[in-house]
């Protein structure tokens, strides 16, 4: 079973990779809810993999904070509070509006092409799981030309977390979207125009992420409420 603890082998990715992978997604894809309960035998078996890569997985999802462990209950998908996922989007603004501006003088005509090929998508997909999908394909195209791998890193991992809580999948698709694509074409004028500086880019990005919040946080708010005098 030596082989099953590496990442990558001659013969391709190692069971402990191919476990991992599997398992990641299924958590960022809504298959595996917030909460659902990671059985290591259940999960061995459906993998058709002993225990011992399915642990290691497991392992190394929790270090990604994608699973949390309970005293008496075991791995679990990690849930995020009210609060909490609301407190990621705010990170993900700041660094997304960052990495935004960084990405400016780096992409080029086809790049924004894609983008707003990814975006025209966008705008006519019904499917929620197709729409979370394009809404972080869109935002990585940009960010990922920012230059900074470590930025990159960080903001793959704050999608992941975002993606795993399954709040915005919830949300995002009725509450935001229509809005959020219009966003989208008017950041890539902006960047085509060539026009703004860096902090002009930096704050319109960031305030198009946190929309997202204000969206969600007006929709849940009381559907009544006494007008301030």
């Not at 125009?193 to 704050?203: H, Y």
Request: proline share 4%; with cysteine; aromatic share 4%.
């Amino acid at each position: 079973m030596q082989h099953e603890h590496s990442s990558t082998g001659p013969s391709g990715p190692s069971k402990h990779e191919l476990a991992y992978r599997r398992i990641r997604e299924r958590i960022l894809d809504g298959r595996y809810q917030p909460g659902h309960r990671l059985v290591l035998s259940t999960l061995a078996r459906d993998l058709d993999v002993s225990p011992v890569p399915v642990r290691e997985a497991i392992r190394r999802l929790e270090a990604e904070g994608l699973v949390s462990f309970e005293r008496n209950v075991g791995a679990r998908v990690a849930t995020l509070g009210d609060d909490d996922w609301a407190q990621l989007v705010e990170m993900l603004a700041l660094l997304d509006g960052y990495a935004f501006a960084a990405a400016a003088p780096h992409l080029t005509a086809v790049q924004i092409g894609v983008a707003r090929g990814l975006n025209a998508q966008l705008r006519q997909e019904h499917a929620r799981e197709r729409i979370m999908g394009l809404h972080r394909q869109f935002h990585r195209t940009i960010y990922g030309c920012c230059g900074n791998r470590h930025m990159v890193e960080a903001l793959d991992w704050l999608w992941d977390r975002i993606d795993a809580s399954q709040v915005l999948a919830s949300l995002y698709p009725r509450l935001r979207v229509r809005a959020a694509v219009d966003e989208h074409d008017a950041l890539l004028d902006r960047l085509e125009r060539g026009e703004d500086d860096a902090a002009a880019l930096e704050s319109c990005a960031r305030e198009h992420n946190l929309n997202t919040i204000r969206a969600i946080r007006s929709a849940q708010a009381p559907a009544q409420r006494e007008p301030e005098r």
